[in-house]
């Protein structure tokens, strides 16, 4: 899989190809692996049954762990089972991950909670002890765009000084409500700046549009720190339009802001998605903020990719082909590595097509719309229209 180089640096026109990794999978180095006994929190929700299925295609046996209608002695017994533990339901703390640990079960979470994975990393010293692995943030986003960012940071060192990974979504996805809700929540908070960011083509030139600040703990569970700046988009002017506007109420009118984000991410979750496809872009820069150049990916489902990177890590823990401890994904399995797994391949591959579409609308300064004060006050009016007709005020009713 290649790295694109950038255009207007005068580097070298061919791609510079990476070190052949083998999958954790059989092979001639790599016997064949027994059948694994993996559990899966949340085994009942979307994402859940995603990751069952990917675990039963790796030829595991899939156990639904419901931690609410169970005391810790069942837990205990249930867990000492299991070879490895997928979590995709949010929890509160990190009880289950250390009695699964203490239980001799390697762990894998996907969640992006700050304190709750700040809870994990301090598992360090008990994942090593068992010896297990406990895997934090190895989704898509959290996870696979870490392990692309310290990928595209290690192509282009010594001069890389940071990396813009970029989460370009398409507003028709497939995304339930409990997804949109979290959403809407992580784009319209009162810190999440707008600003102009670096995009790659797989032509290997490189546009700047319009993004989003994509507020997570990934930077900081990964410890590439300041170096990583996620960033996300969607390629239509009006989802944009309408975040500026859900930003506005949530900041106007915060007791507003529940009922209209709830409403839309339940029209959200009855409105069958009609188009999936995720890109990473990732993008290094040097310590003038010229690009480098980067990679790009391509995801045909958000939660169909994170399942896979779950479960092919998963995989890998339970035939302890990982190495002790606890970290972000990054730390224990390579971007190569995760995107040569067959199940992980068939929805992350390598962009063979135009980025900047006219379908798409990447690159327009349309995506920009509300960024002004013009655009300002027609996202805030329409919000404060659309709240009060929906809820019944004034001359509305």
């Known amino acids: 899989m290649p790295y694109l180089l950038a ?3 005068g580097r070298p026109s061919e791609p510079r190809s990476e070190r052949e990794v083998p999958w954790f999978g059989p092979s001639p180095s790599n016997p064949p692996m027994r059948e694994a006994t993996i559990g899966v929190v949340g085994a009942g929700g979307s994402l859940g049954r995603l990751a069952v299925a990917a675990l039963e295609a790796d030829g595991a046996a899939v156990v639904a762990v419901d ?3 169970s005391d810790p002695g069942q837990r205990a017994e249930l867990l000492s089972t299991l070879d ?7 929890l509160p703390d990190a009880t289950l991950h250390r009695e699964a640990l203490e239980a001799g079960c390697h762990v894998v979470d996907v969640g992006v909670d700050l304190p709750l994975n700040l809870q994990l990393l301090a598992l360090d010293e008990v994942a090593r002890a068992g010896p297990c692995s406990l895997v934090a943030m190895a989704g898509l986003a959290p996870g696979l765009t870490g392990a ?3 990928s595209v940071l290690d192509a282009f060192a010594p001069e890389a000084q940071r990396v813009v990974v970029a989460l370009l979504q398409s507003p028709t996805g497939t995304a339930g409500e409990h997804g949109t809700r979290d959403m809407l929540d992580l784009l319209t908070g009162a810190d999440v700046a707008s600003r102009h960011r670096p995009v790659l083509t797989t032509a290997g030139t490189i546009f700047r549009t319009r993004l989003l600040d994509l507020r997570n703990a990934e930077p900081d569970i990964s410890g590439l720190g300041v170096r990583l700046e996620p960033v996300t988009g969607f390629g239509r002017a009006m989802m944009h339009l309408q975040l500026r506007a859900l930003r506005a109420v949530r900041s106007v009118v915060p007791a507003a802001y529940p ?5 839309a991410a339940r029209r959200k979750a009855r409105t069958p998605g009609t188009r999936e496809t995720t890109r990473l872009s990732a993008v290094a820069l040097d ?6 150049g980067g990679r790009l990916l391509t995801v045909t489902s958000d939660y169909g990719a994170t399942a896979a990177v779950a479960a092919a890590t998963a995989t890998a823990a339970a035939h302890a082909r990982l190495a002790p401890g606890a970290g ?17 391949a068939e929805v992350v591959t ?3 097509g135009p980025l900047a579409t006219t379908d798409d609308g990447w690159g327009r300064e349309l995506l920009g719309v509300g960024s002004s004060p013009v655009g300002g006050c027609l996202g805030l009016s329409w919000a404060v229209v659309w709240t009060g007709c929906r809820r019944g005020v004034g001359c509305c009713r």
């Open 7 to 9: 255009a207007d640096r």
């Open 328 to 344: 972000h994904l990054l730390g224990f399995l390579g971007l190569d590595e995760l995107v040569a797994v067959p199940h992980v």
């Open 259 to 263: 009922p209209v984000r709830d409403r």
């Open 148 to 150: 692309l960012g310290a």
């Open 84 to 90: 490895a533990l997928v979590v995709v339901a949010a």
């Open 350 to 352: 390598h962009d063979s």
């Open 287 to 292: 310590a003038e903020d010229r690009p480098l």
């Open 67 to 69: 931690v609410r209608r």
